[in-house]
C-alpha cells in the first residue's frame, strides 16, 4: 500500500466513511478502465457509501424493534384467513397512517393471523426508515411496573414507549390488568395520543375490553376515545362467521361516524 492510499484510508476512517475506505480502490480501477469521468467516480462512490449506511440504519431499527420472528405481509395466508379485509391492509402497508399518527386495531379470535399482520407492518416501517417497536401488552406492563418500582418510569417511558414513531403492543386482552397496570396502560396511550402511530391487536372486542382494565368502564372509555380518535379498525373474521368484534357484548356498543375524510368520531350508539 502507497502513502496515498493510507492517506485516502486514514481521512476515510476520520470522515466514518467505512465503505468508501474499502470500495475506493476498485471503483478507481473500474471507472479508469471504462473510460468514467471524475464526477461518474465521485457518484459512485457515494452512492454505495449511502446504500451501505441506510443497510446498517435498517439493521439497527430491526435490533430496536424487538420482533419475536420474521413475519412479512406477503406471506399472510389470505385464502386461509379469508375474514381478512385485504384492501384496507393493502392500504396500511404504505405506511401513510404512520405519517399522520394514526392508530391500527387489529380485532379477531385467536388463530386469524393478528400478530403476523402486526409484526409485518412492523417489518414494512422498518424497511422505509421508521423507528418501530414491538412489545407484548403483558411484558410492557411488567417493564412498565417494573420501572414506576425502580423510579425511572419516565426515562423508560421516553426510550421504549415515546421514542419510536410507531409502537406495536401486542395480545391486549388475553391477561387482564390490575388497577396499577390498567392507569398505566392508559398513560401510554395518553402520552402518544396524535404524537405516535399505536397499532394494537386483541381478541377481544371493544365493548369487552373494560374486562382487561381492571373492570374500570371509565378508564376504558377514557383510552378508547384517544386510541379510536384517529384509527383504523381492522376486523378479521375467522371464515364463515359474520359476528361483529366492534359491538358484539353488553358494554356500551360504539361505531365510528366519519366526517370530512379521515377524521372519526366513536359515538354510544344507543344515543343515537
Known amino acids: 500500500m502507497n502513502l496515498q ?5 486514514h481521512a ?21 478502465s471504462n ?16 446504500n451501505a449506511r441506510s443497510q446498517r440504519s435498517r439493521e439497527t431499527l430491526l435490533k430496536f424493534a424487538g420482533f419475536p420472528g420474521r413475519k412479512l405481509f406477503e406471506d399472510y395466508d389470505f385464502k386461509f384467513a379469508s375474514g381478512a379485509p385485504r384492501k ?15 392508530n391500527v386495531v387489529l380485532l379477531g379470535p385467536s388463530g386469524v393471523g393478528k400478530s403476523h399482520l402486526a409484526i409485518s407492518l412492523g417489518h414494512k416501517a422498518v424497511s422505509q426508515g421508521i ?3 414491538f412489545i407484548a401488552a403483558a411484558d410492557m ?16 417511558l421516553k426510550r421504549s414507549i415515546l421514542a419510536p414513531r410507531l409502537l406495536i403492543i401486542d395480545e391486549i386482552g388475553y391477561l387482564p390488568f390490575g388497577r396499577e397496570e390498567a392507569n398505566l396502560f392508559f398513560n401510554v396511550i395518553a402520552k402518544r395520543y396524535e404524537h405516535g402511530s399505536v397499532i394494537v391487536t386483541s381478541n377481544l372486542p371493544f365493548s369487552q375490553w373494560a374486562s382487561a382494565f381492571y373492570g ?6 377514557a383510552l378508547l376515545e384517544r386510541l379510536l380518535h384517529h384509527a383504523h379498525i381492522v376486523q378479521i373474521r375467522e371464515c364463515g362467521t359474520v359476528s361483529n368484534f366492534m359491538t358484539a357484548g353488553s358494554f356500551p356498543v360504539i361505531r365510528r361516524l366519519t366526517q370530512g375524510g379521515d377524521i372519526s368520531i366513536w359515538v354510544d350508539v344507543r344515543d343515537h
Open 131 to 133: 423507528k418501530t417497536r
Open 5 to 9: 492510499h493510507q492517506r485516502i484510508e
Open 88 to 102: 384496507q391492509l393493502n392500504e396500511l402497508t404504505s405506511m401513510a397512517f404512520v405519517e399522520r399518527a394514526e
Open 35 to 50: 473510460e468514467g469521468t471524475l464526477a461518474d467516480f465521485l457518484e459512485q462512490l457515494l452512492h454505495l457509501e449511502l
Open 216 to 221: 374500570d368502564t371509565t378508564l376504558t372509555a
Open 141 to 156: 406492563m411488567l417493564q412498565l411496573v417494573i420501572a414506576r418500582k425502580q423510579e425511572r418510569l419516565d426515562q423508560y
Open 12 to 32: 476515510c476512517a476520520s470522515l466514518k466513511l467505512d465503505t468508501l475506505a474499502s470500495e475506493w480502490a476498485a471503483i478507481a480501477d473500474h471507472a479508469a
